[in-house]
């Protein structure tokens, strides 16, 4: 793998590892799988529901993760994880062929929409699946 392969391999890391670790909440209570590892989530005030746990990755040549997950989104073999809040959907293109998408368990989620992406949160039973 050259430097520009070794590069682009150390890029998709580090955003996956945003995405599952930094990108969320941190804080103290109940010790629950969210299809990752084991992550200690705070209450955002929302209510207990189920959410749709997913990451897929697709660049040219190459995916990653699960291929239901992006869109068009298909339930069949997606992990379904317990949530104490919000449920989001988050989309981000690096490029016009390289993107990642992510459902996920997000408490205090906010909607954010931009050039090359967005973040969308919802309440409700896998209301991350679709259109959140």
């Not at 629950?32 to 005030?45: P, T």
């Not at 068009?72 to 449920?87: A, D, Q, R």
């Not at 909607?111 to 039973?125: I, K």
Request: net charge negative.
């Amino acid at each position: 793998m050259g430097a520009q392969g070794s590069a682009r391999l150390l890029l998709k890391l580090l955003c996956f590892a945003f995405v599952v670790h930094g990108g969320f909440v941190w804080g103290e209570g109940n010790d629950q799988s969210y299809g990752y590892s084991y992550y200690n989530y705070v209450n955002d005030g929302g209510p207990e529901q189920n959410c749709y746990s997913c990451t897929f990755h697709e660049a040219p040549g190459e995916t990653f993760g699960v291929r239901n997950c992006g869109d068009p989104f298909n339930p069949e073999g997606i992990p379904i994880v317990p949530c104490k809040g919000s449920c989001g959907e988050i989309y981000h293109a690096l490029s016009a062929t390289e993107f990642t998408q992510v459902r996920a368990c997000l408490p205090y989620c906010k909607d954010v929409e931009m050039d090359n992406g967005y973040t969308r949160c919802c309440t409700g039973n896998l209301c991350n699946g679709g259109d959140a």
